[in-house]
């Protein structure tokens, strides 16, 4: 069945480490996103990429970074240098361009301990 | 403040009543998506909008989006408690001559059925 997989679901991280959240599609979409989720405040953009090799910064990108290698794949990393990570990650993929609905994730929960 | 505003930030209902949530957006819409979250989970797509007046419906939900493009509602009728969880409008918010649209995101709003 095609789909959108997160892991793991649930993270826990020290203060001072970096963790990696993985995102695996394959719907073959072009387009993949991540964004933060804090109650109260809906989603938040972290980082998108619309094709292989290329990523762009979202609305809130400091203290994290991403990689583009494959098309299916799009990884997130949470630094030491984001100060509140403690959050729900959701990572989103879609045919990109306009009016394409994007699928999402189950979301990956990141407490920082 | 937010881009997308959804009001009410949450709903309590009693099953069978009708309810209605709204996005407000201060900019046209190029697209707006409703989505569906049961908390921890990710998100549900329900519906996509684009024209201005379009209206489209599934099961007992339908969703609108007016004719200039700013505001959408969402609308259940006989509310069940397989109904309850967060909804989340989504928009295409691009500037206009771009061809990539982001989703941003109203804060959501909680749904809660009572039997």
């Known amino acids: 069945d095609g789909g959108i997989t997160q892991s793991p679901k649930y993270l826990f991280r020290k203060e001072g480490q970096n963790v990696t959240l993985s995102c695996e599609q394959n719907?073959?979409?072009?387009?993949m996103y991540w964004y933060r989720q804090d109650p109260g405040q809906g989603l938040r953009l972290i980082y998108y990429?619309?094709?292989?090799?290329?990523?762009q910064k979202g609305d809130i990108a400091e203290g994290y970074s991403v990689s583009r290698e494959k098309k299916e794949s799009f990884p997130l990393t949470v630094t030491s240098a984001q100060k509140n990570p403690t959050a729900f990650y959701l990572c989103?993929?879609?045919?990109?361009?306009?009016?394409?609905?994007?699928?999402f994730g189950q979301g990956t929960r990141l407490t920082v301990v | 403040s937010q881009e997308l505003e959804q009001s009410p930030q949450s709903l309590i209902v009693q099953e069978g009543k009708n309810l209605t949530i709204n996005c407000t957006s201060s900019?046209?819409?190029?697209?707006l998506y409703w989505y569906k979250q049961k908390y921890g989970e990710g998100l549900i797509f329900l519906m996509m909008?684009?024209?201005?007046?379009e209206e489209k419906s599934h099961e007992k939900i339908t969703a609108k989006l007016d004719e200039k493009k700013q505001q959408s509602s969402l609308h259940i009728t006989a509310s069940q408690p397989s109904h309850a969880g967060i909804y989340l409008c989504?928009?295409?918010?691009?500037?206009?001559?771009?061809?990539?649209?982001?989703?941003?995101f109203g804060q959501g709003t909680i749904l809660t059925v009572h039997p």
């Open positions: 909008l684009q024209k201005g007046g």
């Open positions: 719907l073959n979409h072009d387009a």
């Open positions: 990429s619309q094709i292989v090799n290329d990523f």
């Open positions: 900019k046209t819409l190029y697209g």
């Open positions: 989504g928009a295409d918010m691009r500037e206009s001559g771009t061809s990539y649209g982001k989703l941003t």
């Open positions: 989103a993929s879609s045919w990109g361009g306009a009016n394409t609905e994007a699928f």
